[in-house]
């Protein structure tokens, strides 16, 4: 649902009534995509509004935050066992601003546990299923906050996104997920998985929302040491733009055939060539590495001691720690400590984690080759349809699912996901690259698609 | 080739405790991603690593005192306190 259309809504029944209906709906929903429902605050809020007491560019309308974002006394669980009674004392600054803009946060979205996966099948509170498909995920890992938007359980969301994690529940439940440039938004109140990898993106069903929520959630905060202090502001043109495919980036029959119908679209009203990124070929390994190394170090505050799952009786530190910890944690997330440090530890270092942010030197020198020649970059957001619940049971299987969009996050390039439309009743997405700081760019870009492909 | 032993000391280093099953699970999974981490044996040794992305140097804000948690919020998520303060497990053993 379009922020125009909930506006219409709340015009005719008043925003208590229309919130309401809205929790109502999530109550029935089959797709468990959420994990916590604000239903008492959300209601209170719609009482304000319709006494004219909430104001804003978001004033009365319901936003889903994904669980990793610390909102205050509401439970934040990262989907894990090990926060599953976490209540954190302070907003994140993205939190604070939707406050600011009386947006009426409706719940917290569930996703993979700690954001580590590609279909939400990691998390602690069960799968999100497809909202076009309940067989099939939603995509992972910020896939509650792909279906709340594509089944009308909320009107806007916040994801986060450290190898693909808006773009791919973006493309699988049809909606719009931008994944900003590194340090455009302020990751204060983000729990960390991979700091120098990840950013927190909004979610939306058009690109007048996603903007607006950029807008909204983009900016200076002195809380977050990589925080670029710049701000963002929507500004529409219709510039004919120079349009690489990247080559690399692939998919199979179903999804390609409806990648080139979409570039025959595109080539009337810009510019259309290929480029090549050879450094491509390492960047998923590269992407994991660098990931799991900072995701063992990032995760190592898990102890029970100061928040969170806790037993009972307090051990020598190493028993307690190492019993928490394995209670505490599901397999995945298990997994990836364990691999970062192997990764990290004596004798491997350079074999692995240095070796891996060379690469990433590599990748941003193919980007920027690229973007000399290109003003935007396009591919399919993932290589294949919403997978199967069960289908990618293996590790190594699911990791290779990233591809297409793991690169973006080595370079801290920003990147969208524009839903193109339908193959055997899923949706497909096509994924924009943009040089640093181009949202504007890919969001004018992302707006003619989508009136070029619906048209 | 990856050792049963090396994914024991591996879980000693990460601090998880686990099961004679899991050590075994966890061995087969690691030995097929670190044989595919290989990949990077290909890249060039001669490049300059990055660490991080934005061309930012020593981020610095004002020394202003400002609000900060009280005790209470402090130890809200605590499950083991005492007297005001976190109670943890022993420290030496």
Redesign the interface.
């Known amino acids: 649902m379009k922020i125009a259309e909930w506006k219409e809504k709340v015009e005719n029944h008043g925003c208590y009534d229309a919130v309401a209906e809205m929790l109502d709906r999530i109550e029935k929903s089959k797709l468990n995509a959420y994990i916590t429902v604000c239903r008492d605050q959300a209601l209170r809020m719609a009482e304000k509004y319709d006494r004219g007491e909430l104001n804003g560019r978001l004033a009365g309308v319901p936003v889903a935050v994904k669980d990793n974002i610390s909102t205050k006394d509401v439970l934040t669980t990262c989907a894990s066992k090990i926060l599953s009674n976490y209540r954190p004392v302070f907003d994140a600054h993205v939190v604070e601003r939707l406050k600011h803009e009386g947006a009426i946060i409706i719940g917290k979205a569930n996703m993979d546990e700690f954001a580590m996966g590609t279909t939400t099948e990691t998390s602690y509170y069960g799968v999100v299923r497809n909202p076009y498909d309940l067989e099939r995920v939603a995509g992972g890992s910020s896939g509650g906050s792909g279906a709340v938007v594509a089944a009308d359980e909320a009107v806007l969301s916040l994801g986060s996104d450290t190898g693909g994690s808006i773009r791919c529940p973006a493309s699988f439940c049809g909606v719009y997920g931008l994944k900003p440039t590194y340090g455009l938004v302020s990751r204060y109140g983000l729990i960390p998985y991979a700091n120098s990898l990840e950013q927190i993106g909004p979610m939306a069903d058009c690109i007048e929302d996603l903007a607006l929520l950029l807008e909204v959630i983009a900016g200076k905060d002195v809380r977050d040491s990589t925080n670029a202090g710049r701000e963002f502001r929507f500004v529409p043109d219709e510039k004919r733009l120079k349009v690489g495919i990247v080559k690399e980036m692939g998919g199979n029959d179903e999804v390609m055939g409806r990648f080139n119908e979409v570039v025959e679209v595109i080539k009337q009203h810009h510019e259309v060539g290929e480029v090549s990124m050879p450094s491509f070929k390492y960047a998923l390994a590269a992407y994991y590495i660098i990931a799991m190394s900072e995701a063992s170090s990032n995760l190592a505050r898990y102890d029970g001691v100061r928040y969170g799952f806790a037993l009972e009786k307090l051990d020598s530190w190493r028993r307690y720690f190492s019993k928490v910890r394995a209670e505490g944690f599901g397999e995945e997330v298990k997994r990836r400590i364990m691999l970062g440090s192997y990764a990290l530890s004596a004798g491997y270092y350079g074999k692995y984690y240095l070796k891996a942010q060379k690469v990433r030197t590599l990748v941003i020198r193919d980007f920027r080759r690229a973007f000399e020649q290109y003003d935007v970059l396009i591919s399919p957001t993932m290589p294949a349809l919403p997978f199967k619940i069960g289908e990618l049971a293996d590790p190594l299987t699911m990791y290779k699912a990233d591809v297409n969009t793991v690169p973006i996050n080595l370079a801290g390039l920003p990147a969208l996901s524009v839903p193109v439309g339908f193959v055997k009743k899923l949706p497909v997405g096509l994924q924009v690259i943009g040089n640093y700081f181009s949202e504007n760019t890919l969001l004018n870009f992302g707006k003619q698609v989508s009136e070029l492909w619906s048209g | 080739m990856v050792s049963v032993e090396?994914?024991y000391h591996?879980?000693?280093?990460?601090?998880?405790?686990?099961s004679g099953e899991e050590a075994e699970k966890?061995r087969k999974?690691?030995e097929?991603?670190?044989d595919?981490?290989n990949?990077?044996?290909?890249?060039?040794?001669d490049?300059?690593?990055?660490?991080?992305?934005?061309p930012?140097r020593n981020?610095f804000?004002e020394d202003k005192p400002g609000e900060c948690?009280s005790q209470d919020?402090?130890l809200?998520?605590?499950?083991?306190k005492e007297e005001g303060y976190?109670?943890?497990?022993?420290?030496v053993?």
């Open positions: 090396e994914v591996t879980a000693e280093l990460a601090k998880i405790e686990i966890f999974e690691f097929s991603i670190l595919y981490f990949i990077l044996d290909e890249v060039e040794e490049v300059e690593p990055t660490f991080q992305v934005l930012l981020v804000r948690l919020e402090a809200k998520n605590a499950t083991h976190f109670k943890g497990p022993r420290v053993e």
